[in-house]
Structure formats: C-alpha cells, structure tokens
C-alpha cells in the first residue's frame, strides 16, 4: 500500500516538473517573440515599442499569456494536491504505526540512553566485583 503511495506522489512530482518546464519554455517563448518584434519595431521607427502589432502576433501573445496563467494555475493546483497527499499518507501511516504498536523515534532513543546507562553500571560492578575478588584472594 505504501508502495502505491509513493508512486503516486512521485507522479504528482513528474507532473509538476513537467508542467514547470513548460511554463518555463511558453515564457521563454514569449519573451523572445516579443523581443524580437520590438526589436524589428525599433529598427523601423527608431524607438523600442510593443503596439501596433499584426493581429497574428497579437492572438498568438495573447495564447502565450493565457497558456502561462493556465499553466501557472494547474501548478497550484498539481502543488496543493500532492501537500493533501502527502499530509493523508503521513496521517494514515502513523495510524498503522501505533496500531501494530511500532516504536517511535523518541521510544528508541530513550531505549539507547537507557541502554548506555546500564552498561555504565555494569563496568561498575564489574570492576568492583573484581576489586573485592581480589580482596578476597589475599
């Protein structure tokens, strides 16, 4: 079950940088049309200007834009679901967890402390025993 909610999540991932690098390519598409336009514009008139487009490249700017705000907009969406996800997945497995009764990283970390603590006393006890054996032997 874990498995099919890793793989969930990693296609939640893919999409996601599937979809960023569009939106990056549309932008960087964008820009280069409009600066090439401008700078077309420029050598005509002298100065650097964005109207007075012909109406292809007006529609096809305004297909960009909406195309990046779509794009945008599904990120979000993509983004805000894999949180949920990934929320439900950590929810539902730390109910397994306690129900199979698993210990917790704080429940192994006082076991080692506890376990240091009674080795401690060991070496203790054994270096006393030894002194009082060889007390004994004299």
Known sequence: MADIFDKAILIGMGLEKKAREMLEELQRAGKQGTDERAGVKAEETGAPSSEG???RQ???NKLVEDGVAVL????????????KLEKEVSSSS???????????????????????????KVDKLEKRVEELEARLAK
């Open 58 to 60: 007006a529609v096809e």
């Open 53 to 55: 487009l012909p109406p």
């Open 72 to 83: 945008k907009e599904f990120l979000a969406f993509v983004k805000a679901g894999k949180e």
């Open 94 to 120: 730390g109910k397994v967890f306690e129900k199979l009764h698993v210990a917790s990283q704080d429940d192994i970390d006082i076991i080692k402390e506890m376990a240091r603590t009674a080795r401690e």
